[in-house]
């Protein structure tokens, strides 16, 4: 089973404090009991379920302008059953198209989710949020099913979503390859989301995007998805985003983009014809920076795609050359399958390669050390069954989609070979226990991260997510500087001096000084990663304009590299 390790990331310190303040009420399980309590209570209180025990919604829950916090107790026994918390049905008897409609701060951790009915009805989403500059935390959860649409609908600008330690099963169906984007921001005030990190989950059996953003609407601040297993997955990961600053690193990906592209579609609105291609991560050069760089200067947008795996089964590939040998007799255009980042000498093919080519134009954009079509070596081998599976169910749905032959040619999609994960046949119970297992085996994999650490979801390896934990603030920099070598801090390989500077006051309310730097490069970061200012040269830093709160400090000069921990007080 999953042996969640209990991660107290700092950006959660604030709410733990929120936490200890208010009142605990302790939910008797039940038919909308959970609903019953929340009524009356709103957010005067943190709403506790028992561990092992089964609770159903009687309708979507709503929190209309406050923080709303729902905790599942810790099972009495290490690696028991959770509470499990399962949605219901509207008077007229239809799922109810949601579990959440939050509008407001939300917080769901340590809860079994199971997003469909007692008959087996899967709900279209699990949460909405649309209160702008709301902050959504999902942590230490089981979402099993997600959903047919998506898992959370972001509708308001400034979002901020923290999605760690959790395990997602069955997102979207089987009918098509066209249903299923996790997260869906988009909204209509033109201001992009402000911070989306999605670290040590496992997602199992996905529909077609992991992220859909927009069409180009806006500019998203902060975007990091680190150290995630994907097992399963229909089609891209990115669709049509603007990030300033982004990482996809460390992640395991297996049978990921198994739906077949066609050339000449492309799914941004405005795409470059001279780049027909778009790869899993399809993104293009920050409006805002195009007369800049068309005037001889440099992207400051951060892409970084370092220490990944993108596996497929090998039966996919001989599969797409016989559906292309056939397209060719019939006129049809040819597909292909897309890489996470088309190699840079494919500059014409891809923007995306052609922009990680060009250091002297996009110095901050960074891709390599990604292991291609290597077997994990599954504990469980019933995941080798489901990826079989899911060639057989890919044959039909490529035909007709990627290949236009009439879906009359075919038989009905609900005779396709199924390929979701569902060890015990009955979505409405989830009696299987434990859901999943995502241990594997293959020694170069295991230590296939920027750190040294097992690519994907550490918290199947717990003493390396311990480890990972421990040295988190100087991994996050390490990356945060666009450096692509490896950082092992616990056996020295990088020489990371943390006594060559000191910084004071602490905490600091105006100017932040720095013992033992004359010219160095400061960065400040907030607490979950993200850059708020960088200076050079210098000795001192002002820091008037940053808000009240935790941040991580990196100091280089020289040879010499220090991070450390400030707090901001005014």
């Known amino acids: 089973m999953k042996k969640f390790t209990f991660l107290f990331l700092a950006i959660f310190l604030a709410l733990s404090c929120t936490l200890m303040a208010q009142t605990k009420i ?23 379920l028992k561990a092992n025990e089964w609770y159903q919604l009687d309708a979507v829950i709503e929190n209309n302008g406050y923080h709303l916090q729902i905790i ?11 509470a499990t918390l399962q949605t219901g049905d509207d008077a007229g008897g239809a799922t109810f198209g949601n579990m959440f409609n939050a509008l407001g701060d939300i917080t769901l951790k340590n809860i079994y989710f199971v997003n469909a009915d007692l008959t087996g009805v899967i709900g279209n989403g699990f949460l909405t949020q649309s209160a702008t500059n709301a902050r959504t935390v999902v942590d230490r959860c089981i979402i099993d099913p997600v959903g047919l649409n998506y898992f959370a609908n972001i509708t308001s600008g400034n979002s901020k979503t923290y999605f760690t330690n959790n395990l997602a099963l069955r997102h979207g169906h089987q009918l098509n390859p066209n249903d299923g984007h996790f997260f ?23 529909g077609t995007t992991m992220h859909a953003s927009g069409f180009n609407k806006y500019t998203n601040k902060f975007s990091k998805w680190d150290h995630n297993t994907f097992v399963e997955q229909k089609s891209q990961i990115d669709w049509s985003d603007f990030e300033r600053e982004y990482y996809w690193t460390n992640n395991l990906m297996f049978d990921m983009q198994t739906q077949p592209w066609n050339t000449p579609w492309q799914p941004m609105p405005g795409a470059d ?11 293009d050069t920050i409006p805002e920076e195009v007369a800049s760089i068309k005037a001889g200067g440099v992207s400051t947008t951060l892409q970084f795609v ?3 795996m993108h596996y497929r089964n090998p039966k996919f590939y001989p ?21 996470l980042v088309w190699p840079s000498d494919s500059a014409g093919i891809c923007r995306e390669s052609a922009m990680m080519a060009n250091d002297a134009k996009f110095p901050l954009w960074k891709y390599g050390n990604t292991t291609t079509d290597v077997d994990p070596n599954w504990v469980d081998t019933r995941i080798y069954t489901m990826s079989d599976n899911l060639v057989k169910w890919t044959l039909p749905a490529t035909q007709i989609h990627a290949m236009g032959y009439p879906a009359g040619d075919f038989p009905p ?15 409405s119970n989830n009696s299987t226990w434990p859901v999943f297992n995502g241990v594997y085996t293959n020694a170069a994999m295991l230590t296939g991260s920027i750190e040294g650490l097992p690519l994907g979801d550490l918290n199947w390896f717990p003493a390396s997510k311990t480890k990972w934990t421990q040295h988190k603030a100087e991994i996050d920099a390490h990356m945060a500087a666009a450096d692509d070598s490896k950082i092992i801090v616990w056996t020295s390989v990088k020489n990371i001096k943390a006594d060559a500077f000191s910084i004071y006051p602490n905490p600091a309310k105006d100017v932040l000084k720095i013992k033992g730097a004359k010219s160095a490069e400061v960065t400040i970061r907030t607490i979950d990663g993200r850059r708020v200012k960088t200076v050079e040269h210098a000795s001192e830093v002002n820091i008037s304009g940053l808000a009240n709160g935790t941040y991580i400090v990196t100091i280089k000069e020289g040879q010499n590299v220090s991070t450390q921990k400030l707090l901001i007080e005014k």
């Open 26 to 48: 302790v939910v008797e399980p039940g038919v909308g009991t959970l609903n019953a309590a929340i009524t009356a209570n709103g957010g005067n209180a943190i709403y506790e």
């Open 319 to 339: 599969q797409i050359d016989a559906l292309n040998a056939q397209g060719l007799i019939d006129g049809k255009t040819k597909i292909y399958y897309m890489p």
């Open 72 to 82: 599942g107790q810790e099972p009495a026994v290490a690696g028991g059953k959770p």
């Open 184 to 206: 869906i921001t988009d909204n209509a005030s033109g201001v992009g989301f402000d911070t989306l990190l999605v670290q040590n989950n496992t997602f199992v059996c996905m």
């Open 306 to 308: 370092e220490y990944n």
């Open 273 to 283: 014809a001279g780049y027909p291609k778009p790869c899993l991560l399809y993104a």
């Open 413 to 427: 999609a609900s005779e396709w070979t199924q390929w979701h994960w569902d060890p015990d046949g009955d979505v």
